[in-house]
């Protein structure tokens, strides 16, 4: 009877996708074509095309308060700065910068889910996100926005005998051409054959060209950014996805000449640092927490939050990767020689760790193993993908490693993921129903809450699994006491896994964990626009 009715809501899904499609001016019979669906019945949830267009919806709303904002904006040299931020923000809430015109980066990372995932229904299951060309899914969980600019360019400290900065969950974002790793961050989605699809770079310039906000991006960058001679067909090659078997694995399929290729590829960079200037802005990494007022005197925490802290920077070993620059035995204001500590810490050191993750078999892209209609099959490997993290982009010397010195290293950092900041990361929306938004965390988004993520790192190593078949014993409750094998034991990170915390210190490291989340001191901006409901 489960299978049944999953089946059916498998069916309606694509039902209601045909429907919408046709009336966008799609054909049925290009409709019939055009959904790629490999996935067996349950792993789509049974909202996602209605919750698409919600999204969608919210993300229309935002991008027109953005242009009020630019047309309200009085242009000149002491606006310069909100000029680019706004720029930034306009890009970012605009989905003709996809490949289908109906995806735009924030579609992934809503500012009321502190700049991540803002569908409900998808967190809880499939935890990858749709992109342009539905259903293609990525792989893995989006990360969020907040504070990523503070991520430096990349560099491998031989001292440490680690990677920091970068962006990305496997820091391939390095910063070096831009030096600015979360500028190079904002152009790698839009070109994913997974996400937003475009098959060249210049077909985002082109479509910048077209955008309503053409004008403030020439005030900003200057008039040569777009003064560029388009090939007749450029409008039709930006209209079909990346990864398409047409163009045969040609990066670059909209024919420039040297010039022109050159400028684009500049006018693509200017995007990229104004998308950098806005996720740097108040606007979203904002600073403005309960705990930003506690460090400046002007509140105090409940006991159970300070509590909370002090397991955080003591027992629960949090602090060793989620750095707060304090000293657990000082008072908060003062390092260990009495001067002023970091007054705005980023509970990250910009390292990667692998830590036992198991493997989460709800992700869609483990069933993206045959072609879709544009010949392109997202993940041939099917389950036997592992995600190797940092390992896998180290591996990539014909890709996104810059650096064939740091190949060698790869067998090293395999499975490794850049720690997150802790900032945020229960930054939520408040649901009409009463009901709590739900959230994923880590890469692959196998935990659904923040006591999940606090137990998992107590306990991964205190409960058995199965050695044969790596799943929970009979007779354990997986993610309560047992925990399914990593997905990459070689590495896995030993500081974690047995810290022996109390239920109720787990509480209390979540309850401080929740004062990190921004909009306390002064509103969060456009973190009233979800209009969605929760299960």
């Given at each position: 009877?489960?299978?049944?009715?999953?089946?059916?809501?498998?069916?309606v899904c694509l039902v209601v996708l045909g429907s919408?499609?046709?009336?966008?001016?799609?054909?049925?019979?290009?409709?019939?074509?055009?959904?790629?669906?490999?996935?067996?019945?349950?792993?789509?949830?049974?909202?996602?095309?209605?919750?698409?267009?919600?999204?969608?919806?919210?993300?229309?709303?935002?991008?027109?308060?953005?242009?009020?904002?630019?047309?309200?904006?009085?242009?000149?040299?002491?606006?310069?700065?909100?000029?680019?931020?706004?720029?930034?923000?306009?890009?970012?809430?605009?989905?003709?910068?996809?490949?289908?015109?109906?995806?735009?980066?924030?579609?992934?990372?809503?500012?009321?889910?502190?700049?991540?995932?803002?569908?409900?229904?998808?967190?809880?299951?499939?935890?990858?996100?749709?992109?342009?060309?539905?259903?293609?899914?990525?792989?893995?969980?989006?990360?969020?926005?907040?504070?990523?600019?503070?991520?430096?360019?990349?560099?491998?400290?031989?001292?440490?005998?680690?990677?920091?900065?970068?962006?990305?969950?496997?820091?391939?974002?390095?910063?070096?051409?831009?030096?600015?790793?979360?500028?190079?961050?904002?152009?790698?989605?839009?070109?994913?054959?997974?996400?937003?699809?475009?098959?060249?770079?210049?077909?985002?310039?082109?479509?910048?060209?077209?955008?309503?906000?053409?004008?403030?991006?020439?005030?900003?960058?200057?008039?040569?950014?777009?003064?560029?001679?388009w090939p007749a067909n450029v409008d039709q090659i930006?209209?079909?996805?990346?990864?398409?078997?047409?163009?045969?694995?040609?990066?670059?399929?909209?024919?420039?000449?040297?010039?022109?290729?050159?400028?684009?590829?500049?006018?693509?960079?200017?995007?990229?640092?104004?998308?950098?200037?806005?996720?740097?802005?108040?606007?979203?990494?904002?600073?403005?927490?309960?705990?930003?007022?506690?460090?400046?005197?002007?509140?105090?925490?409940?006991?159970?939050?300070?509590?909370?802290?002090?397991?955080?920077?003591?027992?629960?070993?949090?602090?060793?990767?989620?750095?707060?620059?304090?000293?657990?035995?000082?008072?908060?204001?003062?390092?260990?020689?009495?001067?002023?500590?970091?007054?705005?810490?980023?509970?990250?050191?910009?390292?990667?760790?692998?830590?036992?993750?198991?493997?989460?078999?709800?992700?869609?892209?483990?069933?993206?193993?045959?072609?879709?209609?544009?010949?392109?099959?997202?993940?041939?490997?099917?389950?036997?993908?592992?995600?190797?993290?940092?390992?896998?982009?180290?591996?990539?010397?014909?890709?996104?490693?810059?650096?064939?010195?740091?190949?060698?290293?790869?067998?090293?950092?395999?499975?490794?993921?850049?720690?997150?900041?802790?900032?945020?990361?229960?930054?939520?929306?408040?649901?009409?129903?009463?009901?709590?938004?739900?959230?994923?965390?880590?890469?692959?988004?196998?935990?659904?809450?923040?006591?999940?993520?606090?137990?998992?790192?107590?306990?991964?190593?205190?409960?058995?699994?199965?050695?044969?078949?790596?799943?929970?014993?009979?007779?354990?409750?997986?993610?309560?006491?047992?925990?399914?094998?990593?997905?990459?034991?070689?590495?896995?990170?030993?500081?974690?896994?047995?810290?022996?915390?109390?239920?109720?210190?787990?509480?209390?490291?979540?309850?401080?964990?929740?004062?990190?989340?921004?909009g306390f001191t002064t509103p969060y901006p456009d973190?009233?626009?979800?209009?969605?409901?929760?299960?």
């Amino acid at each position: 009877m489960r299978r049944t009715m999953l089946m059916l809501a498998s069916v309606v899904c694509l039902v209601v996708l045909g429907s919408v499609l046709i009336s966008r001016g799609i054909s049925a019979q290009d409709v019939a074509g055009a959904v790629y669906n490999p996935y067996p019945p349950g792993i789509l949830p049974p909202d996602l095309v209605p919750e698409i267009d919600r999204v969608n919806r919210e993300v229309k709303l935002i991008e027109s308060e953005a242009l009020a904002q630019w047309h309200a904006l009085p242009i000149n040299s002491g606006t310069a700065m909100r000029q680019v931020q706004i720029l930034g923000k306009l890009e970012l809430f605009d989905k003709n910068l996809s490949v289908n015109k109906n995806q735009a980066c924030s579609f992934c990372h809503m500012p009321y889910a502190g700049f991540s995932g803002p569908i409900p229904s998808v967190n809880l299951t499939t935890v990858a996100y749709p992109g342009s060309s539905h259903f293609r899914f990525g792989k893995r969980k989006p990360q969020s926005y907040t504070y990523s600019p503070f991520f430096p360019v990349l560099q491998y400290n031989k001292a440490q005998a680690n990677f920091y900065g970068g962006n990305f969950w496997d820091a391939r974002a390095t910063g070096f051409l831009l030096q600015s790793a979360d500028a190079e961050q904002a152009q790698d989605p839009l070109r994913d054959p997974l996400e937003m699809g475009m098959p060249d770079s210049a077909c985002i310039v082109r479509r910048l060209s077209l955008s309503a906000y053409r004008k403030l991006f020439e005030t900003v960058w200057g008039p040569q950014a777009f003064a560029i001679t388009w090939p007749a067909n450029v409008d039709q090659i930006c209209s079909t996805p990346a990864g398409a078997a047409v163009f045969g694995g040609n990066p670059n399929p909209v024919s420039l000449s040297p010039v022109d290729r050159g400028r684009s590829n500049a006018t693509f960079d200017q995007y990229a640092l104004s998308v950098a200037a806005y996720e740097g802005s108040p606007d979203v990494s904002a600073f403005s927490s309960k705990f930003d007022a506690f460090l400046a005197g002007k509140h105090t925490l409940t006991a159970n939050e300070m509590a909370g802290y002090n397991l955080f920077r003591g027992k629960g070993n949090c602090n060793s990767c989620h750095v707060d620059g304090r000293s657990t035995t000082l008072k908060p204001g003062q390092s260990d020689d009495g001067t002023a500590a970091d007054v705005a810490p980023k509970f990250t050191d910009t390292t990667s760790s692998n830590l036992g993750l198991p493997k989460n078999p709800a992700d869609p892209f483990y069933y993206e193993t045959t072609p879709d209609s544009f010949g392109f099959t997202p993940n041939p490997a099917g389950f036997a993908f592992t995600d190797l993290g940092v390992g896998l982009f180290l591996r990539n010397l014909s890709g996104t490693n810059p650096n064939s010195d740091w190949a060698p290293l790869a067998p090293a950092f395999d499975g490794f993921m850049q720690v997150a900041t802790a900032r945020n990361a229960d930054m939520r929306p408040k649901c009409p129903n009463g009901k709590s938004f739900p959230k994923a965390y880590m890469h692959n988004g196998y935990l659904k809450s923040l006591k999940e993520v606090v137990h998992f790192y107590n306990t991964r190593d205190v409960y058995p699994f199965d050695v044969e078949s790596g799943h929970c014993p009979a007779g354990t409750k997986e993610k309560v006491n047992c925990w399914p094998a990593p997905e990459v034991p070689q590495t896995k990170d030993m500081t974690i896994g047995k810290l022996g915390l109390t239920p109720t210190e787990e509480d209390q490291i979540v309850a401080f964990m929740k004062t990190l989340t921004d909009g306390f001191t002064t509103p969060y901006p456009d973190s009233n626009t979800f209009t969605g409901s929760c299960p």
